[in-house]
């Protein structure tokens, strides 16, 4: 096996670049979106495509980088179809928006979700899974309760919400006064 | 044939392969919803289908139904202990993704396995692609209406399983594999089970092939069906035998050898027609080829060591723990807090029972993956199914599901 090489590009080469490879009869086989926290990367969100040329036998590796917030880099969709699913993927799991793909959408996680699961500063292990409609919360400091929204939706035995939340600071002097009577 | 065209044209006009159809609420067209769970989706893949009547106007997979997080789970293990959780992602291939893993791994340690690993390896993946394209076999004809067919391919599978047992310890999700080799050694009398399999499986492929190649109600339903080009496979990224079955001459056992694959001489079967008959006679071939494969393998098994001794990764052997104190304390050192792996990243490729099964690996030099990421050839050979589908019948939606072999644990990971 050849010797792992990777290349690292910036968004706006990528377009030109991804078309010459193209032209050049590279395949897309994978796309993987990478948060970069640890590794003392320029750019913290990169794109990981790698690229296969049948004839040659060879495969390269380009790292793309994805800038400003959210995350951006251009999307190859329509050069090469077979990333549709891909680029959702890593838009999901990491967060990493495709500038130019017409269907981008969550594709693992369900679509009321909030947050980017293999992100590095997702808090595993802390969060109560629930599927119900209450909006999900992200860590990003230790110590942060998850509950701090104390705003859950009543639900019938369908999940569907009977009664909107009540505010966080709801009056209680109020009610009390209308026990009271 | 029409319908594959007019999707090539669609993305090389509209410069995207979008299944976009304008749906009109005033024509007699119906949206429903097959799966995700439904006895033919094989797991819960679950399809968005817009019906004109019984033909399928649109097509749209929708997955996520059975996605566990195994990729991060990876980054909570250490470098052996990831092994356990790939191998729970494409269940009915599982050595495959412990042998990908296991690749990527020793491609960053920069470490060889001996040659009697690897050929323990490469004969256990090539077994383990019998017994997935054995649960083909079953699925494929089930769904056809040949209910036989699932006893027979559950059948011999159960043969080869309770091989793996005898090996393993496990029926499924092995865990067998690690980077440096395998876990332990066959055992004694590991030929006769065997050489059994061997001798029965060409006979019994055959009697498949009597039921299903010239069954006319097979071939009525699989011919010309869900016929897809090479140049839609390119685009659509299909690999494995959807690929080969519609001409694409690739094949990663061959033309990228890992393990002992370069030791062997094996043919790549391909036909042209990429229909879903065209995918089963692939995979009829290709279940031939893994069993001369075994038997090469078997006659030429050398001796040795079965896994890389090097006791900077490896613990130390179970003889040895009740001999030596250092002995314990290094076993205690490695199990507990694991070896370290060189900072760097690797992309590794093997060919799985259902194509190109590749995982990409990052390491920050520390004892567990920073990123694993794996490439499931079900998840992108789905993509194809569309373009295999769109402007046929439901019925023969249901025979083009089969003949991708999507494998649900792969496909959402």
């Known amino acids: ?181 | 044939m029409t319908m594959t065209h007019d999707v090539v044209e669609r993305f090389e006009a509209q410069g995207h392969g979008a299944f976009v159809e304008s749906y009109d609420p005033h024509d007699e067209r119906m949206t429903i919803n097959m799966g995700p769970v439904h006895p033919a989706t094989h797991g819960v893949l679950r399809l968005l289908l817009v019906l004109d009547g019984e033909s399928v106007i649109r097509c749209e997979p929708r997955i996520g139904y059975l996605h566990t997080g195994i990729e991060k789970e990876c980054e909570d293990q250490n470098w052996r202990g990831a092994v356990t959780a790939v191998t729970r992602m494409d269940y009915l291939a599982q050595l495959h993704n412990e042998q990908v893993y296991s690749l990527a791994v020793e491609a960053l340690l920069g470490i060889e396995v001996p040659p009697r690993g690897k050929h323990i390896r490469t004969m256990m993946a090539e077994l383990n692609r019998l017994t997935s394209h054995l649960v083909w076999f079953g699925t494929q004809a089930l769904d056809m209406g040949a209910m036989s067919g699932m006893f027979y391919g559950f059948r011999e599978r159960e043969l080869i399983v309770d091989f793996f047992e005898m090996i393993t310890g496990l029926r499924m999700n092995n865990n067998y594999f690690l980077p440096g080799g395998v876990w332990e050694d066959l055992p004694d009398g590991w030929e006769r089970p065997l050489s059994q399999i061997l001798k029965i499986m060409p006979a019994r492929i055959g009697e498949y092939e009597e039921l299903l190649s010239e069954n006319p109600v097979f071939i009525e339903r699989t011919v010309g069906i869900g016929a897809i080009t090479a140049e839609l496979c390119d685009a659509f990224g299909a690999t494995g035998p959807i690929a080969r079955a519609a001409g694409v001459d690739w094949d990663l056992r061959r033309d990228a050898p890992y393990d002992s694959y370069a030791d062997l001489t094996f043919n790549v079967p391909t036909t042209d027609s990429g229909d879903v008959y065209g995918r089963y006679l692939v995979r009829m071939a290709e279940m031939r080829e893994s069993v001369k494969m075994i038997e090469q393998l078997v006659d030429s098994m050398p001796s040795g060591d079965f896994k890389n001794m090097d006791p900077k990764f490896m613990p130390p052997s179970r003889a040895e723990l009740n001999r030596s104190m250092e002995a314990v304390i290094h076993h205690f050192k490695i199990v507990t807090q694991g070896y370290t792996v060189p900072a760097g990243e690797t992309y590794r490729a093997v060919e799985s029972p259902r194509g190109e099964l590749g995982c990409y690996l990052v390491s920050d030099g520390g004892t567990s993956p920073y990123r694993c990421h794996v490439r499931d050839p079900s998840f992108v050979n789905l993509q194809s199914l569309p373009a295999m589908v769109e402007g046929g019948l439901i019925a023969d939606l249901i025979a083009s599901i089969a003949s991708i072999d999507p494998v649900l644990g792969g496909v959402d990971r």
């Not at chain 1, 080469?13 to 490879?21: C, D, G, H, I, T």
């Not at chain 1, 230790?142 to 009056?171: F, K, N």
């Open chain 1, 1 to 181: 096996m050849s010797k792992f090489e990777p290349e690292w590009v910036t968004p706006d080469e990528w377009r030109n670049k991804a078309e010459a490879l193209k032209n050049e009869g590279w395949l897309v086989t994978d796309v993987c979106g990478l948060d970069a926290r640890d590794l003392g990367f320029e750019h913290r969100y990169e794109s990981v495509v790698q690229l296969l040329h049948r004839d040659n036998r060879e495969r390269r590796t380009v790292h793309v980088a994805a800038t400003g917030e959210p995350p951006t880099c251009p999307s190859v969709v329509d050069l090469w179809p077979t990333v549709r699913f891909m680029e959702r993927e890593a838009y999901d799991l990491v967060g990493i928006h495709f500038e130019g793909h017409d269907d981008l959408k969550r594709i693992m996680m369900p679509d009321e979700w909030e947050g980017h699961p293999l992100r590095k500063d997702y808090g595993v292990g802390k969060i109560a899974v629930e599927f119900i409609p209450q909006p999900f919360m992200q860590i990003d400091a230790p110590g942060q309760s998850t509950m701090q929204g104390e705003s859950r939706a009543r639900l019938d035995h369908l999940g569907q919400v009977v009664e909107e939340p009540a505010p966080a600071h709801d009056e209680p002097a109020e009610r009390s006064e209308e026990q009271t009577r």
